[in-house]
């Protein structure tokens, strides 16, 4: 029977016996057997918005429309997997008309201290963020960024993230996933690490979020790697 899911201060990634090909389906029985995390979501401040025009025309109140998102987590020994679902009630897939954008979904990660790096911020010179970013335009392939602070995020060449997706009833479905270890600019994974740490955003392409405009989870959140 599937844990039962309940607000956590952290995110459990399990250690599964599962393909590649499995992990990557939403509806697969992996994912349904595992427990939920749910994040409460905040609207970043208007007040760190890097952008002159965001600050003039946006109203505060409405910035933020992803109130919580659900986050499970595994990993086969090789690669690891993220799961989220979140409401939307009209899916966005591209830029559209002015004032929509494409829905998207990310996870933060600090390169140091978590307690030095700040996550509203994005980080800082000295201790930098990655960031798995995902939206329905980039066709699947989700890009790595690396961030020293606001306005500061930077694809890298390379990216090893891999995502399906699916939006029915009101109700988004990605699951994002990686080896454990990569080339790239990024934080590694492994299993039985102890101290991670992860933080997540999310952006209503409809109400108008793009960039540093979204929902975010206000805190860093305690990642427990299984072994």
Not at 72 to 89: I, R
Not at 98 to 105: E, H
Not at 111 to 135: A, H, L, V
Not at 156 to 173: A, F, P, R, V, Y
Request: with cysteine; net charge negative.
């Amino acid at each position: 029977m599937p844990e039962e899911a309940k607000k956590m201060e952290s995110v459990t990634v399990k250690k599964v016996s599962a393909s590649r090909e499995e992990l990557l389906k939403c509806g697969s029985a992996v994912w349904s057997g595992l427990g939920e995390s749910r994040i409460e979501m905040t609207a970043t401040p208007l007040a760190n918005q890097p952008s002159p025009y965001i600050k003039a025309t946006f109203d505060e109140n409405k910035i933020g429309a992803v109130k919580e998102i659900q986050v499970k987590g595994a990993h086969n020994g090789n690669e690891v997997f993220f799961w989220f679902s979140w409401k939307s009630e009209t899916p966005n897939y591209e830029i559209g008309d002015i004032g929509t954008f494409p829905d998207g979904i990310a996870i933060l990660f600090p390169f140091k201290d978590p307690e030095k790096t700040q996550i509203k911020e994005m980080g800082s010179k000295d201790f930098p963020t990655n960031s798995w970013y995902w939206r329905p335009d980039f066709e699947e392939k989700p890009k790595n960024q690396v961030a020293q602070g606001l306005s500061t995020s930077l694809y890298t060449d390379q990216s090893s993230l891999i995502s399906s997706s699916e939006w029915k009833n009101g109700t988004w479905c990605v699951v994002l996933g990686r080896p454990l270890k990569v080339a790239e600019e990024a934080v590694n994974l492994a299993p039985g690490a102890k101290s991670v740490t992860v933080g997540f955003a999310a952006w209503e392409g409809g109400n108008g979020e793009r960039g540093g405009v979204k929902s975010f989870s206000k805190e860093w959140v305690g990642l427990v790697m299984e072994g």
